[in-house]
């Protein structure tokens, strides 16, 4: 099985290679790819329910995009949405729609073949490249706290988390690369998830890379293992339906956590090889975050893989262990509302943003939202 896992993580960094030198040459001169975006969205979309009623096949330019084409909310795609739900093709785009989102647990928004693949790409594959880079993709396997509890629709469409969608979408080898079966997200108690992830992530010491929806997620699998270990190891080592029997690793956990005082270094202790954590959607970095360091040392790195929400990924890490990251400009066309201003009368394009300046995000996806309101803010604190 290392082999394969090592397999499999070649094929990672080779992905995340490609999309690393995409973005280089769509950020060369980011207004063309921006306005070669926008015409695209409007030349391959124009047949669709929404094309035709706000006559795209009359727009020529991204000028005429943003005068003709209204900011939209959410309520505004309430209809378009249940139309999509129930299998209608063609209605917000004209590229197949498989997933849809979710936003505080009710609210859906449709996410497209090519979006799902986009997002894939600046979210994980750019991850593993710089994991990869740092020789922190080896034979170990990956520990997987994103939330990937999905249900399916009638029309075939899946429900979820955006991320959890993203990372499982090759049902074939989920069970030999993640330490965590993916159908443990579907525990519906919080307290029998984390046991579990607790139980799996311990019985397995090989693991090279773990990744999150949010820091958080690591250190409440940390602490729960510190407050529950003598009972994660007796079931290690006695087996119950879920793992088979390991004396050895019980012993070994019994050794580690009897030595362990809490809120100290202990991840290296208990996972030799686990030298890098990608973090999804991380907006700042609060004192949970040092907590999270405490228990890791200083061997383990953080991938901080860009800003991420339900309507989509929009920017993509760089550097290893840096929170700032670099707008996509050729799957998004994005439009900036200054955090002062008091109305949406004059949004700004990427090439009009100022260093230091903090703005309101207004996207347009490959999903078929259009100059859609986020109500989302960032700061920018460079160019790439």
Known sequence: MDNFIKTVNEARWADGLKVRNRLDDITYNPMRSQEE??????????STEYGRKHAFSSIHSMEEFRRYIPLTTYDDYKP??????????????????????????????????????????YNFCTGFYMAGQHGYLTDGQTLNLIDNSIERLPSGITVGNLLGRLLVKRDFDNDQVYVIPIDVANTPNRSDILYLQALFSLKQQYISLAICDHYDYMVELLRYIEKHWPRLADDIERGNPYIQPDPDRAGAIRDIMEQHHIGTQ???????????????????LSASF???????????????TGISSPEGTFSTALSLDDPQTVLIPDSVFYEFKPKEASNYST??????????????????????????????????????
């Open 266 to 284: 202990m991840v290296d202790r208990l996972w030799p090889g686990l030298h890098c954590i990608m973090v999804c959607d991380v907006d700042r």
């Open 37 to 46: 975006f926008v015409m695209r969205m409007v030349r391959e979309n124009a």
């Open 290 to 304: 040092e907590l999270l360091r405490t228990y890791c040392g200083t061997g383990v790195h953080y991938v901080f």
């Open 347 to 384: 949004l700004l394009t990427l090439d009009q943003l100022e260093i230091g300046n903090s703005y309101e995000l207004v996207v347009t996806t490959l999903s078929g939202l259009y100059r859609y309101k986020t109500f989302r803010n960032f700061m920018v604190v460079g160019r790439y």
């Open 80 to 121: 378009y949405i249940a139309h999509i739900a129930k299998g209608t093709k063609n209605v917000l785009t004209a590229y197949l729609t498989e997933h849809f989102s979710t936003i505080a647990g009710y609210r859906r928004l449709p996410q497209s073949r090519w979006s799902l693949q986009t997002n894939y790409d």
